[in-house]
C-alpha cells in the first residue's frame, strides 16, 4: 500500500455505530427454543420491519431489544453499548398500548415526562406539540373514552415520541385497527419518524405495510425465528400509500409474500398433523 492510500484510508471518516446491534441472539423458554440464532443491525434513523408467521419469535426479539427479558445468548448491544437494562431513550409501542383513562389526551401525552421529573409548562408544551404533530390537536383535553381506538393509539404514539428516543420497538402497533385507519395512522408514523429521525424496528403482519414504511424488510421464518431473507425498499421518501403501485414496491411485497406463504404453508401441515 502506498503511503498516500494509507493516509486517505486513515482519514476516511468511521461509519456512525448502529443503534442496534445484535449476535447469535437465542431465547429459550423451558424445553422451546423460542428463537434464533439471530444477527441483526439496526442504522441510526433506519426503519426496519420484521414480518413472519405467528409464533415464531418477532415479540420475543423486540422485547430483547427492550430489555424487557434477557436472551439465553448472544449480544446485544443498543447505541454503541452492551444492553443491562431499560433505556431511557428507547421508546416501546404495543399493540394495547395503555392510555391511562383518568387523564386528558395531553397529560396522557405528558405523563412520561411528568415521571423524569420535567416542570408542568415545559412538559405541557412538549405534550401539546407533539398532540399537534400525529394529528390530534383540537383533542387536548378530550378523555381516552372520548376517543376511537385509532385515536388512542395515536395518543400511545405521541406518549412514546415525547422523551426523544433514538430507538422505537413497535410491536403489531397497528394491529387492532380498522384497514382505513391503519394506512393513515401508518402515514402518520412515517411523518414523525422522519421528523425525529431515529431508527424503528417495526413488526407487522401487514406485508404491505411493511413495504411502505421501510427501509428494509426482515422475513423471519417459523419457530425457532431466523432471518430467511431480507428485502431492501428503495422507494423515495417521503412516501405516501400511492407509492405501494410502484413496480419495485410490487415485486417487493411478491418476494415476501413468497416467503411467507411457503413458511405458513409448512406451518398449516405441521398443525394439521398434530394429534
Ligand atoms: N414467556 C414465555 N414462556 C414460554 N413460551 C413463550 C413465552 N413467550 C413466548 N413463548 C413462545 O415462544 C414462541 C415465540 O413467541 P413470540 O415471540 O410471542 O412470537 P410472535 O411474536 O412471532 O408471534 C411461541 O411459541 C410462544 O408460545
Ligand atoms: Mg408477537
Known amino acids: 500500500m502506498t503511503t498516500q492510500m494509507k493516509e ?32 441483526l443491525t439496526i442504522g441510526r434513523g433506519e426503519f426496519v420491519s420484521i414480518v413472519g408467521p405467528s409464533g415464531c419469535g418477532k415479540s420475543t426479539l423486540l422485547e430483547i431489544i427492550g430489555a424487557l427479558q434477557d436472551p439465553a445468548r448472544g449480544s446485544v448491544e443498543v447505541d454503541g453499548a452492551p444492553l443491562t437494562g431499560p433505556r431511557r431513550r428507547t421508546a416501546i409501542v404495543f399493540q394495547e398500548s395503555a392510555t391511562l383513562p383518568w387523564r386528558t389526551v395531553v397529560d396522557n401525552v405528558a405523563f412520561a415526562l411528568e415521571v423524569r421529573g420535567i416542570g408542568r409548562k415545559e412538559r405541557r408544551e412538549r405534550a401539546r406539540e407533539l398532540v399537534e404533530l400525529v394529528g390530534l390537536g383540537g383533542f387536548e383535553n378530550h378523555y381516552p373514552a372520548q376517543l376511537s381506538g385509532g ?15 433514538d430507538l422505537i420497538l413497535a410491536d403489531e402497533p397497528f394491529g387492532a385497527l380498522d384497514e382505513q385507519t391503519r394506512m393513515l395512522m401508518a402515514e402518520e408514523l412515517l411523518r414523525v ?33 431466523t432471518f430467511i431473507d431480507e428485502v431492501p425498499i428503495d422507494l423515495p421518501r417521503p412516501r405516501m400509500h ?30 394439521r398433523s398434530t394429534p
Open 8 to 39: 486517505k484510508r486513515d482519514s476516511a471518516p468511521t461509519a456512525p455505530t448502529p443503534i442496534v446491534q445484535l449476535e447469535g441472539v437465542e431465547q429459550h423458554f423451558g424445553p422451546v427454543h423460542a428463537l434464533g440464532p439471530v444477527d
Open 151 to 165: 385515536m388512542r393509539q395515536r395518543v400511545a404514539m405521541a406518549r412514546a415520541m415525547s422523551t426523544d428516543p
Open 242 to 271: 400511492a407509492a405501494l403501485s410502484e413496480p419495485s414496491a410490487t415485486a417487493a411485497q411478491e418476494r415476501i409474500w413468497a416467503q411467507i406463504r411457503a413458511e405458513a404453508e409448512v406451518a398449516m401441515v405441521a398443525t
Open 193 to 225: 419518524v422522519e421528523r425525529i429521525g431515529c431508527g424503528v424496528l417495526f413488526i407487522t403482519h401487514s406485508i404491505q405495510e411493511s413495504v411502505l414504511l421501510s427501509d428494509r424488510v426482515l422475513v423471519m421464518g417459523r419457530r425457532p425465528g
